[in-house]
C-alpha cells in the first residue's frame, strides 16, 4: 500500500472517530468468534493491517462475524459509525496478535531472563541488571520508531504521540520479586530455573512472566502496530516502565517530580475487567532483639519465611541444635504431622536430622499476599507449630520462640484479623487481610512482618491506633523484648465516569466473557494515588494470580489474548472524541 493512499484511509478512520458523539457500543465480534479468526490466520503470511483485512473478506469468517460492512468502508475510506470503528479496532487488535505473537513471546523470554530484583544495599538505578533492561527497552522502542527517555534510571518512558494535549498514562514495572530457586520445582519433579522462560504445556514458566513484564511486552507492541499503521489518535500515549514498583516505590514520585502526570492512568498490573478499587497496603513489623536461650533443651537457632513482605513462600525452614538430635527429629515429625491433621491437612512438615542439627520444614503454596486465602502460609504454621510444641518438646526460650508466641497469640492462621480483633469488611471490596509473610535475621534483631491490606470503611490512622493498642496491651502481659512499627496505605475508590471508562469495560467484556461490572482488588498499583488511574487487567479474577508465587507462569494463550486486547483499547481509547 502506498503511504499516500495510506495516509487517506487513516484520515478517514480519525475523522469518523472524532465525529461519533454516542457512547462506546458493543463490537458485534464476539469472544468465540475472535478467537476463531486468529486462529484460523494464524499461520498465514500478513503484509499489514490493510493485508489482514482483505484476506478476512476472502473467506467465511468475515460473512460469519458480520464484519463486512465495516472493512469495505474502511478499505474504501469511507466515514465510519461508532459500531464499525468499534469493530475495526477489535480486528486491529487480533490482526496484531496474528502477525507479532510470536516476536512478542520472543520479546517476553529476553526480558525474563534479566533478572532485575532488589538487591540490598544497591539502589536499583545503579543496579546492573536494569542497566541491562533499560538497553534492552530502549532498543526495541527504536526498532518500533517509538520514542523513549530513560529518566535517570528510575523509569523508561516510551511515547506513541497523538495530537491534542491529552496523555493517557501505560503503567507497567520491571522490576520483580526475589526467588528462591530451590522452591521453584514442580509437583512432577520438575525443576525450573526462576530467569528463564520453561514451557510446559500452555504454561510459561519464569519470573516476572505474570508480573509484569508481560505488561512491558503487550504495550510496546501494541504501540508498535498503531504507529506502523499510521492510525492517528487524538491524544498520546506514554508507557511508564517502574523501576521500584515491588520495592520502595519510590521511581514514579522520581518521575512525576520532574514531568506532567497524565490525565488519564492505568495499570496493566492488575486484574481484568477494569479495577476501579484498591485496598490500602500496609506492614506491621515486629522487631525482636536477639538474645541467648535461657532453659534447658534444644535451641531454634534460624528461620526462613518470604523475601519481601508482599510475598508469602511456599516453604519455611527452621534450624534447631540438640544434643540428641535423632530424638528431637522424631518428636517434631511427631507433633508436626499431628499439628497438619488438626489444622486442614493441606501442608507437609518434615524433621530430619542434618549433621547436630535438625532441619524442621513446614511445606504451604505460595502466593501473592494481597491474596491469602488463594495460598497455605507456612510462615504462619511454622511459628504457629514451634508455640504449640513449645512445653511438650523441651525447648531454650529465645528471640524466636518469643516471635513464635507473639505470632499464635496474635495472628494465628486466621488471615482475616479476627484472633487480633481488627477484622471488617466493605461490600465491595472485601475484607482486611492480615498475612504473615517476611522474616528476617542478623546479629542484632529478628523481624517478623504481617502484610496488611484493608478496604475503605475505617480510615489507616483509626486501623492502625487499634493495631498499636492491642499489641501493646498483648505485651504488658507478655513482657517480650519486641517493638512495633505499622505502616498503611489510604485505599482506593475511584467513580467511574466518561466514555474512556465505558470503552474500557466493553473491551475487557467483550474479549473475555466477563460480566459487564467493575471490579475491585487487594493489589495496590502505581496508579492508586493518579487522578483517573485504573486497573486494566491483565489477570483475569477467576483464575489463581501466580505473580510472587514460587512457579510463576503466565499461559500463552492468555498472554497472546492480551496482546490483542491491549491494541484494541490503545486503539479506541486513542481515537475516542472525548474521554
Not at 466477563?514 to 494515588?529: E, I, L, Q, R, W
Request: one cysteine or more.
Amino acid at each position: 500500500m502506498h503511504f499516500s493512499l495510506k495516509k487517506i484511509v487513516a484520515a478517514s478512520l480519525f475523522a469518523a472517530s472524532l465525529s461519533a458523539i454516542s457512547s462506546p457500543v458493543f463490537a458485534n465480534l464476539t469472544e468465540q468468534q475472535s478467537a476463531a479468526i486468529a486462529k484460523s490466520l494464524n499461520d498465514t503470511p500478513i503484509s499489514d493491517f490493510r493485508g489482514f483485512l482483505g484476506t478476512l473478506t476472502q473467506g467465511d469468517m468475515a460473512k460469519t462475524a458480520d464484519v463486512t460492512l465495516a472493512i469495505d468502508a474502511f478499505l474504501a475510506g469511507k466515514i465510519l459509525s461508532t459500531d464499525q470503528q468499534n469493530q475495526i479496532n477489535r480486528l486491529l487488535g487480533i490482526y496484531t496478535r496474528v502477525k507479532y505473537g510470536k516476536a512478542a513471546l520472543e520479546t517476553l523470554r529476553e526480558l525474563v531472563e534479566i533478572p532485575t530484583f532488589n538487591v540490598d544495599g544497591v539502589p536499583q538505578y545503579k543496579n546492573p541488571e536494569f542497566l541491562r533492561i533499560a538497553d534492552k527497552i530502549q532498543a526495541l522502542a527504536k526498532s518500533f520508531n517509538l520514542t523513549f527517555r530513560n529518566v535517570d534510571n528510575r523509569v523508561y518512558e516510551i511515547s506513541l504521540e497523538g495530537r491534542g494535549d491529552e496523555v493517557v498514562g501505560i503503567h507497567a514495572h520491571a522490576d520483580v520479586v526475589p526467588v528462591t530457586p530451590e522452591n521453584w520445582v514442580l509437583k512432577d519433579g520438575t525443576r525450573l530455573d526462576p530467569f528463564k522462560v520453561t514451557l510446559i504445556g500452555d504454561r510459561m514458566y519464569g519470573r516476572g512472566t505474570e508480573d509484569d513484564k508481560n505488561g512491558i511486552v503487550v504495550a510496546m507492541y501494541a504501540m508498535k502496530v498503531i504507529k506502523e499503521e499510521n492510525l492517528p489518535l487524538a491524544r498520546t500515549f506514554k508507557l511508564l516502565v517502574d523501576t521500584t514498583e515491588e520495592t520502595a516505590g519510590d521511581a514514579i514520585p522520581y518521575y512525576f517530580a520532574r514531568n506532567p502526570v497524565p490525565q488519564y492512568n492505568l495499570a496493566l498490573d492488575g486484574g481484568y475487567p477494569v479495577v476501579i478499587a484498591e485496598k490500602g497496603s500496609g506492614t506491621v513489623m515486629a522487631t525482636f532483639l536477639v538474645r541467648k536461650g535461657e532453659g534447658n533443651g534444644a535451641e531454634i537457632i534460624s528461620m526462613t519465611g518470604g523475601k519481601a513482605t508482599n510475598q508469602i513462600p511456599s516453604a519455611s525452614v527452621a534450624m534447631l541444635v540438640s544434643d540428641t538430635p535423632a530424638e528431637l527429629a522424631a518428636a517434631l515429625q511427631q507433633a508436626g504431622t499431628e499439628y497438619a491433621k488438626r489444622n486442614g491437612d493441606d501442608f507437609q512438615v518434615s524433621a530430619k536430622v542434618d549433621g547436630k542439627e535438625v532441619k524442621l520444614t513446614v511445606t504451604g503454596v505460595s502466593a501473592h499476599s494481597s491474596a491469602p486465602q488463594s495460598g497455605v502460609n507456612p510462615v504462619a504454621r511454622m511459628l504457629e507449630l514451634i508455640n504449640s510444641v513449645d512445653g511438650k518438646i523441651a525447648l531454650k526460650h529465645n528471640h524466636i520462640t518469643d516471635a513464635a508466641r507473639y505470632a499464635a497469640d496474635n495472628w494465628g492462621l486466621d488471615y482475616l484479623g479476627g484472633k487480633l480483633g481488627i477484622g471488617f469488611s466493605d461490600q465491595f471490596m472485601g475484607p482486611l487481610t492480615t498475612s504473615l509473610t517476611f522474616v528476617s535475621q542478623d546479629d542484632e534483631a529478628f523481624k517478623l512482618a504481617v502484610n496488611l491490606r484493608a478496604p475503605k470503611g475505617k480510615s489507616p490512622e483509626a486501623i492502625k491506633a487499634q493495631i498499636e493498642q492491642k499489641l501493646n496491651a498483648w505485651n504488658t502481659h507478655a513482657k517480650v523484648d519486641v517493638t512495633f512499627t505499622c505502616s498503611l496505605d489510604t485505599p482506593m475508590y475511584r467513580n467511574p465516569e466518561g466514555e474512556w471508562v465505558k470503552a474500557l469495560l466493553a473491551v475487557s467484556t467483550e474479549n473475555l466473557g466477563m460480566p459487564h461490572t467493575f471490579g475491585t482488588s487487594a493489589g495496590a498499583t502505581s496508579v492508586h494515588d493518579l487522578p483517573n488511574g485504573v486497573q486494566f487487567g491483565l489477570a483475569r479474577p477467576e483464575t489463581k494470580y501466580t505473580g510472587h508465587t514460587d512457579g510463576e507462569f503466565k499461559t500463552v494463550d492468555q498472554f497472546l489474548l492480551d496482546l490483542q486486547i491491549v491494541t484494541e483499547m490503545m486503539g479506541r481509547i486513542g481515537q475516542l472524541p472525548k474521554l
